[in-house]
């Protein structure tokens, strides 16, 4: 046995390996050491517990898992007896031995394939990382991706006179693994996607309550898991809570008494004093954006009346929109008494109907319409009205090519809309530049709906939502160069005051109602998960109210982010920041992703998403994410130059970026530099691919190949060409359409090519990344094409998702670390024949 593998040198190694990268050798690494948990007689007594044994087991990893890794010294409770974790050496057990749970960790540097080899041990089964492992000749078969692997070993005991033995033994070149007990971890797939997380949020009035709507899941029980908690604030602690599932939304009545829940098609209310739950809308199909009359004794929500086709041979489009898949279904406002549960329309409309306020007084709502019409850009025009709830009758107040959202206002009404709102004063290029109209602005609009006065335009961030405060202020999220922060504007002086809410990304806040009004906010930072903060407005302080670190992330290792920005050629300061891996040494060679989007909200610092950055960070690569010119927040001069673009001031920004960024960074291996984008930042993945030989290897995820085509297709082309592209069109732009396409110059394109979609996207036609695919075939360059059934624009399918993560990863893997097993893996097909 090498000296490096004696059971005396177990421990030494595991320390080492969190702080420095491995020599790994052997593809035959002997598991020496392993923590136990004894005694389990009371659990596993050795007896065959019948149809239930299976179950029982997986229940004690299930609930062991919770917990977080162990660590030796750590008791559990069984029945009133106390059992304990312990490090074992193998070599040295005692017979005769009892029935244990070993638990241990593999650590694989890479993509690896092998088995787990044991022996000498009685009816063993395995869990690996949550999930039942079978065994075939004292053997298990296991594909480890590069990170922690926790292993759940359950035995009936030692057999006699023997020294029982566990072994990885990798395939030829899979021998990048080395067992360890160390409680620290690195962030994988599945943690990310499973750590609980808080969704719905509620504050009562008096802002004393706070309800919150909880989501994780758990694999070794195979069960998605929901539940609602009502916190007192006041007392800190936890006066009810429930499972159930996820709730969609919810409210507080106006007087606090009663929590509204919408549950699937049903809305509850929770009586706060009594904790009776009551079903006011009882299993009523397509349900939605409700709220409480403020006399609290109704709840008005939209009831949508789905469209059926009377003949399903033939559909003649009506419109552009016609080709949503939800557009011909029929949304009208209604109003429940909350105490009989009888229901009135409110309107009839013979299209749909959108709620976005209700006055203070309750007398009035305020309401939308969609109208057909493409006369302007962006070839969307919105009809504003107000109904008297007494009469019904309707008071028109304008039409708008913009609506992002309206409140009212104690003189007219708020509005938030782009800088080129027809209406308004928004804009600030003064006809140099075209404004980006996703550059949200808020503006003050009159009583007669005529005029609109622009209260932001010379304020950088971009505004997202808005809430009205009983003194009249306004609550903004707004997006704040790589942040969403929290705004309040003060009306009286006409201000903008930035709120220290205590987190890098905003995510949702709910405000009370009182005079002295407190709010509470969830987000994440780049380097923390989920948190929530309450914050006292007057003394402008968050204070702690949930960390999903210690409970959701305990023990896992992530590498350090830091801030890297430039000032580009033309003068512009280019915001972005960069990942390193855990254990990073400045003085190894690491492979680079280079991340964007540009199409047009940044790449903000929220902790995870689709595109999950600590992942990659925790498979060896240092990642670089940048916010290219054409970006919102950062004021509407930056913004502008998105619009007419399509990349041009983007692809020079990211080149630039990836260049200088490699110049000032010693560790980074230059020769294996990766690119991905996806949408707007997949078409410029493509785009770039046209322009320079940068990059070894690209991904574009729903990326758009030719302008067109996405324009006259996709199912919001022509409406996101009428921002980017405002006033471009085929027939009197062609430079631009084809100029900018990727597809027309793909001759040009030698980079290894990763296209990826899904193959039901309504957004970005597959047909985009089939375009580039065959143009590509037909010159015999690298190209692989992956399409994901069934997914629209994102991947949201559990599973899938993970395929979709590991493809992208392999494909990097196959081509910055000259590791093509994992894509070979993954698609066999693919592999050359040995």
Known sequence: MPDALRPSAVLAVVLWLWWSPPAWSAPDVAVDSVLALTPLTVVLDGHDHGAKAADIRRALVMQLARNGLPEPGDEVSLFGHSAQWDALELAVIAEPSSPALWV??????????????????????????????????????????????????????????????????????????SPHLEPRRRVSARLLTNAETAGSLALSPDGRYLAVGFQARNDAADLDLARVEVRDLVQDRIV???????????????????LAVHEGDNLWLHDLASG???????????????????DGASILFAWT???????????????????WGTFRDNTQVFQVDAESGLIRPLTTSEVSVNLLDVHPDGDRLLLSERVIDYAEPPHSLFRLFELDLDTLEQREIGRYRQLNAVLFADDGYWLLAGPGLAQGDGATSAGELTPNEYDTQLYALSADGASARSLSRDFD???????????????????????????????RDGEFQRLDTGLEVME???????????????????AAPQRLHRIDLAANRPELLHDSRAQEYAGVRFGP??????????????????????????????????????????????????????????????????????????????????????????????????????????????????????????FMTMHLATLTDRYAASISHAGISALTSYWGQGWWGYGYSGIASRGSFPWNNPELYVGQSPVYSADRITTPLLLVTGDSDTNVPPGESHNMFTALQLLGREVELVEFPGQDHWIIDREQRYVWWDTMLAWFDKWLKDEPEWWYHLYPETAPEE
């Open 240 to 258: 009810r809570q429930w499972t159930s599932s996820p709730p969609r939304s919810l409210a507080w009545s106006p007087g606090g008494e009663q």
């Open 104 to 177: 241990f960790h593999l650590e694989a540097e890479r993509f690896v394939r092998g088995h787990l080899a044991m022996s000498g041990l009685v009816a063993p089964e395995l869990w690996l990382d949550g999930e039942r492992r079978t065994f075939e000749d004292d053997r298990s078969a296991l594909d480890l991706a590069a990170g922690t692997h926790t292993v759940w070993l359950i035995h009936h005991g030692v057999e006699p006179e023997t020294v029982p033995e566990l072994r990885w033994i990798g395939r030829a070149g899979h021998d990048r693994v």
């Open 276 to 294: 009776q739950a009551r079903l006011v809308l009882a299993n009523h199909e397509r349900i939605g954006s409700w709220r409480w009359h403020p």
């Open 461 to 491: 961030p971009a505004f997202g939502s808005m809430h009205r405060l009983p003194d009249g202020d306004l609550l903004l999220s707004a997006t704040w160069g790589e942040s969403v922060a929290l705004v309040r504007y003060r009306v």
């Open 305 to 323: 009346d789905p469209y059926e086709s009377t003949n399903p041979k033939r559909r003649r489009l009506r419109s552009l929109e016609d080709r």
């Open 561 to 682: 982010v830091r801030p890297w920005s430039f000032v580009n050629a033309a003068g512009d300061n280019i915001e972005g920041r960069y990942y390193l891996p855990p254990g990073f040494d400045p003085d190894q060679s690491y492979p680079l992703i280079v991340y964007y989007y540009g199409g047009t909200t940044p790449v903000n610092r929220q902790f995870t998403g689709r595109y999950p950055f600590h992942l990659w960070a925790a498979k060896g690569y240092v990642v670089y994410v940048l916010q290219p010119r054409g970006t919102i927040g950062y004021g509407q001069t930056f913004s502008a130059l998105h619009v007419n673009a399509w990349g041009r001031y983007t692809a020079e920004d990211i080149i630039e970026g990836t260049d200088r960024f490699v110049e000032a960074h010693p560790f980074i291996d230059a020769e294996r530099v990766g690119n991905i984008g996806a949408s707007y930042g997949g």
């Open 508 to 526: 949702q806040f709910v405000a009370s109602q009182g005079e002295a009004p407190v709010v509470v906010v969830r987000g994440t930072d780049v």
